[in-house]
């Protein structure tokens, strides 16, 4: 297991569309995380996965998002009838909550997303 | 909620002296976790260091080391012996004790010159 992989690293979309992120933790996380990162700015929180189930989500994520994490391994962010608000970079992070808690955590390289 | 500031915007430093990135953070908890994480351009976020606050006795990573004050609610980052590969944006951030979710400060934007 070579770590945290997302796909794609970038994308380019026009104002309206849709998309989709694929995050795939290593594999024996049980917890998987999304952030955004805007320019000059520290990641923050969008939402929280343990196992197959969602337990948190920021109030940053509007109802155009939605993630998923079937069977809980990998997870899908998608964003509705996009905005140029949100291009950002898409963080994906995960933790193991069987080994030592608040370790912290493993990120992605993460999703470039440029909304034009 | 917890509040993180990184007072420091940019910074730079030459290879092979030593530099201190700071951070202060707001919170009523008495149990919780500290870290930095650093972002080389265009590359993943990487944990440098950890920080639990029970502990009264300063994390060392090598030449990472930090200086956390609990009372002051301070926890800085002293880089020794820097090198060219420090070049990246450095990230301090808070978990709770409790929570699972990581409070990012602005960061500080750090160049190890030659």
């Known amino acids: 297991d070579t770590g945290v992989s997302q796909d794609p690293r970038h994308k380019i979309t026009k104002r309206g569309q849709n998309v989709t992120f694929r995050c795939d933790p290593i594999?024996?996380?049980?917890?998987l995380y999304w952030y955004r990162q805007t320019l000059g700015q520290g990641p923050e929180f969008l939402t929280y996965?343990?196992?197959?189930?969602?337990?948190?989500k920021s109030r940053l994520l509007s109802d155009r998002f939605s993630a998923e994490r079937p069977k809980g391994s990998f997870s899908t962010l998608e964003i509705q009838r996009t905005e140029q608000g949100d291009s950002a970079m898409y963080l994906c992070a995960s933790s193991n909550s069987t080994v030592e808690e608040n370790y912290g955590y493993t990120f992605g390289s993460g999703t470039r997303l440029t909304v034009v | 909620a917890q509040t993180v500031t990184q007072s420091q915007p940019e910074m730079s430093v030459q290879e092979a002296e030593t530099v201190t990135l700071s951070c202060t953070y707001d919170t009523s908890e008495s149990n919780y976790y500290l870290f930095w994480y650093k972002q080389p351009p265009s590359r993943q976020m990487i944990l440098v260091i950890r920080?639990?606050?029970?502990?009264?006795q300063n994390a060392t990573e090598n030449r990472f080391s930090v200086n956390f004050q609990k009372a002051a609610k301070s926890f800085s980052l002293k880089i020794s012996d820097s090198q060219l590969g420090d070049t990246a944006m450095y990230f301090c951030a808070f978990m709770s004790n409790s929570g699972y979710a990581l409070n990012f400060g602005k960061g500080t934007s750090l160049l190890v010159t030659p």
């Open positions: 920080q639990e606050a029970y502990k009264q």
């Open positions: 996965f343990q196992n197959e189930a969602q337990l948190e």
């Open positions: 594999s024996e996380h049980n917890r």
